[in-house]
């Protein structure tokens, strides 16, 4: 079953959210409006929250995690994603906070305790170590990840067209009848 209770926190879905049969998604989960997670993904809000917000996708293969709270790390760091975020495939966020409007490329990891502000591109095979701050306009890229350049109109108008275009992708799964 993709959706698990854990510790009695029920993920929860937003409106025509689609999560796929082959992915999981446990615990303290909330998933926005118009989201879509993809096959094999995990989401695993077991000891902290996972926020995602509205008309995000979870690519394929994918592994959203948090940082519990411990001796090491008193308070955690929960997993938040804001609004219009496309997430490729097998990528790795992991305690982390990422604004609204942000591609992050194929297979790329981002640590504990980091923040990515809004409109901001991270390259394919990226790694965001702990604890850094990508800024707002920028394309980042390597491992670790290093400020690339400024984004250019075109690629800041992506945000809201890749965001659109998984909307409609996964309306047409959910019209199928391919959801959890």
């Given amino acids: 079953m993709a959706i698990r209770t854990y510790n009695s926190s029920t993920p929860r879905l937003g409106e025509r959210a689609f999560v796929d049969a082959s992915a999981v998604v446990i615990g303290d989960v909330e998933i926005g409006d118009d989201s879509s997670v993809w096959p094999l993904s995990v989401i695993r809000g077991d000891m902290h929250r996972i926020r995602i917000g509205a008309r995000t996708s979870i690519q394929d293969?994918?592994?959203?995690?948090?940082?519990?709270?411990?001796?090491?790390?008193p308070d955690g760091f929960p997993l938040i994603i804001g609004d219009e975020v496309t997430v490729g495939h097998k990528v790795t966020l992991h305690g982390c906070t990422l604004g609204s409007r942000i591609l992050v490329g194929m297979g790329s990891i981002v640590m504990d305790g980091a923040v990515v502000q809004d409109e901001v591109i991270i390259g394919a095979g990226s790694l965001v170590p702990p604890g850094k701050v990508l800024e707002s306009g920028f394309l980042y890229v390597g491992s670790p990840v290093k400020?690339?350049?400024?984004?250019?109109?075109?690629?800041?108008?992506?945000?809201?067209?890749?965001?659109?275009?998984?909307?409609?992708l996964k309306d047409?799964?959910?019209a199928a009848g391919f959801d959890h």
């Avoid at 293969?61 to 790390?73: E, Q, R, Y």
């Avoid at 800041?156 to 275009?165: K, L, Q, V």
């Fill in 61 to 73: 293969g994918s592994v959203l995690h948090i940082t519990h709270a411990g001796p090491f790390n």
């Fill in 147 to 168: 400020q690339a350049r400024p984004l250019s109109d075109k690629e800041r108008s992506f945000f809201a067209y890749t965001a659109g275009n998984y909307v409609k």
């Fill in 172 to 174: 047409q799964h959910l």
